[in-house]
């Protein structure tokens, strides 16, 4: 492997619960995962993340972990896990494992020693408070609704949970928290594992003194991530953590970091080689564009001139320093084809490779979630009941509590709800979409009957053999890891163009991200380039004049020079 490895690689995220069940009880498992591994090697990715496979309460679906060394018995066994390993090295791939560490679960053992008394030597591994005033210690929310406080009687205290409180929150501070977080990586490396994504990374570090949030109403606690994330240790700790796991050790990793609310400068210190924090950074400003300042389930639409601006200003400021991720789709956020693309029509197919097609066009690692390499689409959630996410449920029920609009809550959730990422993947046209012989935990998308693995292999110009192209590309052309961007018609509201200016050659990546047919002007110095990679069938193999006549959500990268 050659150094930064991971800036040619691209990675496939697998969430095991909706992935393949090999045993049959409704929930996806490692057994699934083996039997499934030369589908993901035929797709070309290099990376496996696995979202958490560790002993759980399943509480978080796996983001709440009571014992970081064993596999929960849902997905299968420590045993069964080395075999996975062991069959992805041998494709020649690299498994990262999901790390959530800003919390455990309040079965984990470090909890229930620090809960069992205040002078429990682990007490302080955790946040513990007084009432104030007989209530919360501050006005902090949970991003699964409530406050982010829970009172616990056996020691007359508050914990501090920014999501379920059943999710206690680790106290970084700590200098044995930080030494057990590097115990349980050396663990996981010492099995061979790759690397590791790690969840609300950014969270480990709180403001000093956990003040009251200030800039919105109580508990609207995620616009208030800015006021207690990013805290003043946490390029310490990370740093800490990078020297002492990964010092010295032979190998090639890749570290993640999932930071909701960061921004382009802060991610540039967390990604710049030279502090030697992280590799790369989740951010969330384009896959936030569409809520409304009563955050997420508040939708408000699609502005593509407002998308478009958030990804190229990430693009422009970790163009010298550091590196982007670069994803759509994850667990946590609905299938973007039918969020920016247009699931419900003639244009599903082309919507979802044009999508994909500027998405990839740009710097920095490609991250594919299970299904989108097909072009899955939403679930036609209808009703409260429908969904099983915690922060659905709990978001409905607050909603209902505080008499707020439950029809614009339910167009929210469906549209904007994790349960949308969640539904099983879709293999083939059989029972339950071939992804398990029992009764699944989430229901299959009835469209699976066209939209499935089988068929996309079968068929030549598949959103799946799409995804093989682009990751072709990323593999073959330096100029996609190496080359300069810079933006064009960035307030046109249809059309999605840039450039990748290399020493030597150049790249032209232009959608038209609409129905309606558009005349684009282009620089005399595409004429003659050649098509490298189009969506529609048809296209011309070169740009033979300045005036590009793109069909709806017609998609193409041009090479010249
Ligand atoms: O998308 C989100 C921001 O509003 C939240 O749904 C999400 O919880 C947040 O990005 C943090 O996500 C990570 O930590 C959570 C877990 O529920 C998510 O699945 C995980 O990706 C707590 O571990």
Redesign the pocket.
Known sequence: MTADWWKTAVVYQIYPRSFADSGGDGIGDLGGIIGRLDYLKTLGVDVIWLSPVYRSPQV?NG?DISDYRDVDPVFGSLAEFDALLTHVHERGMKLVMDL?VN?TSDEHPWFVESRSSRDNPKRDWYFWRDARDGAEPNNWGS?FSGSAWQWDGKTGQYYLHL?DRK?PDLNWEHPEVRAAVRDVMTWWLDRGVDGFRM??VNFISKVAGLPDATAVPDRQF?SAIAEFADGPHVHEYLAELSREVFGGREGEFITVG?M?GVTPEQARLYTDPARGELNMVFQ?EHVSVDQGPAG?FDYRGLDLVILKKALYRWQLALAEVGWNSLYWN???QPRVVSRFGDDGSQYWAASAKALATVLHGMRGTPFVYQGEELGMTNYPFRTAQDHQDL?AINYYRDVVERGGDTEAALVGLAKIS?DNARTPMQWDAGPNAGFTAGNPWLPVNPNHAWLNADAQLAERDSVFTHYQALIRLRHEWPILRDGDFTPLLEDDPQIWAYTRRAPVGCLLVIANCGREPRTVEIAAEWIAADLLLGNLPGTAATADSTSLHLAGWDARIYSAG
Request: charged letters at 35%; glycine letters at 0%.
């Open positions: 978080d983001y959530v919390h991003f999501f999710q969840d609300v995620v999932e909701p969330f997420k994850n667990h946590d922060e994790r």
